[in-house]
Each structure stands twice: as structure tokens, then as C-alpha cells.
T-cell receptor, first 112, second 115 residues
Framework: ELKVEQNPLFLSMQEGKNYTIYCNYS?????LYWYRQDPGKSLESLFV?????AVKQEGRLMASLDTKARLSTLHITAAVHDLSATYFCAVDGMEYGNKLVFGAGTILRVKS | EPEVTQTPSHQVTQMGQEVILRCVPI?????FYWYRQILGQKVEFLVSFYNNEISEKSEIFDDQFSVERPDGSNFTLKIRSTKLEDSAMYFC?????????????FGQGTRLTVV
């Protein structure tokens, strides 16, 4: 069974600081995703990581994937208040019917 | 840009009633999904649908639930005899324009409130 664990589950940080959210998954998968969700809203796709060593960056967010360690990280650089949201990682794979298995989510609060 | 659309955005229903949640997937997509998110919790897979039949369903997707693609464009989730614990955000997703192994895209969700 494919399981996804995120940590931390809650992160309160000051503006301007850096931090990393971790996502571990239990078995091999085809893709790893990072989503952002604002309260009461849908899932906004941030990154799709396909291969070992993949690194993608968008603004203050950078995601990486280590398939050997079954670990992905979402690094936040110089946080700003607008990054406050819940961040989910999710994995899928053809052997799991392509359904997404989500982590529990990390609630990020950036304080001014 | 093509997108997955869901209606209604918010549905309030009495316990025991039936509800139908509607989704229009992206037009050339072949795989369709429903996910559920109880308030404050993670997103959970309910069901996947391909070639006019269910390809996989989770333990949550019991006899109370059914899905249908009635007319080639809509994809519906029916919940019979709703319970308080069915209150959640329901997301539709579609993918697989170029095969099974492609990213799925989510709709904006339907918030279901059972009272």
C-alpha cells in the first residue's frame, strides 16, 4: 500500500526566513506532486517531479525529488505572508491505478 | 486554458436525501476521478473511471456512492441517503489525454454540507 507522510504538519514562520517541508512515501511511484490549497479553495498544482534528482523552482518555492530515499522536499526561501496556505504532496503511479495518494498537508503560516 | 468545472460550488442537503455532484472534465481527457476532503483533513481518493466503467474505488466508495458519465461530457457523483459524515469538499479530476500515465487536473470543488 502506498503511504505518504509529510512533516511538519504545522509551520509558523517569520517573514524572510527559510524552511523546508518534507514528504516521504512508502513505495515506488511515477510522479510526485506538490499542491497549494488556500482555505475553502481547490488544489493548485505547484510542481510535478518525475525523476530522481529533479529540481524545480518557482519564485520562493523550490521542490526536489530523491527517488532512492523516497523523499521530496519543498523549500521556502525568504518567506512572505502570501505564501500562507496548506501544502500537500501527493504521489501516483500506474501500478496504483494512477490515483493520487496525498500526504496530510502542511499548514504554513507566515507572520509579518 | 481548458479546465475542469464542477457544479454546484456549494450544496446543502438534508440528511437522508440524495445529491448529485456534477463535473465537466477537460474535453480530450479519458480518465476521471473523484476525491473527497473532509474539513481540515487530507484529500482522499474515492473512485476512478475509464472507458465508461469504474477502474478502481476506495473503501470509502461503498454502495451509497455511484458515478456515471451520462452524455459523454458530464461526469457525476451520486450520493444516496446522505449522512452527516458525508459533509466534505468533493473534487473532480481528469487526465490521461495522451495515455494513462499523465497528470490529472482538479476542478474547483463542490462543498457538500449535510444537515
Amino acid at each position: 500500500e502506498l503511504k505518504v507522510e509529510q512533516n511538519p504538519l504545522f509551520l509558523s514562520m517569520q517573514e524572510g526566513k527559510n524552511y523546508t517541508i518534507y514528504c516521504n512515501y512508502s513505495t515506488t511511484s511515477d510522479r510526485l506532486y506538490w499542491y497549494r490549497q488556500d482555505p475553502g479553495k481547490s488544489l493548485e498544482s505547484l510542481f510535478v517531479l518525475l525523476s530522481n534528482g529533479a529540481v524545480k523552482q518557482e519564485g520562493r518555492l523550490m521542490a526536489s525529488l530523491d527517488t532512492k530515499a523516497r523523499l521530496s522536499t519543498l523549500h521556502i526561501t525568504a518567506a512572505v505572508h502570501d505564501l500562507s496556505a496548506t501544502y500537500f504532496c501527493a504521489v501516483d503511479g500506474m501500478e496504483y491505478g494512477n490515483k493520487l495518494v496525498f500526504g496530510a498537508g502542511t499548514i504554513l503560516r507566515v507572520k509579518s | 486554458e481548458p479546465e475542469v468545472t464542477q457544479t454546484p460550488s456549494h450544496q446543502v442537503t438534508q440528511m437522508g436525501q440524495e445529491v448529485i455532484l456534477r463535473c465537466v472534465p477537460i474535453s480530450n481527457h479519458l480518465y476521471f476521478y473523484w476525491y473527497r476532503q473532509i474539513l481540515g483533513q487530507k484529500v482522499e481518493f474515492l473512485v476512478s473511471f475509464y472507458n465508461n466503467e469504474i477502474s478502481e474505488k476506495s473503501e470509502i466508495f461503498d454502495d451509497q456512492f455511484s458515478v456515471e458519465r451520462p452524455d459523454g461530457s458530464n461526469f457525476t457523483l451520486k450520493i444516496r441517503s446522505t449522512k452527516l459524515e458525508d459533509s466534505a469538499m468533493y473534487f473532480c479530476a481528469s487526465g490521461g489525454a495522451s495515455g494513462a500515465n499523465t497528470e490529472a487536473f482538479f476542478g474547483q470543488g463542490t462543498r457538500l454540507t449535510v444537515v
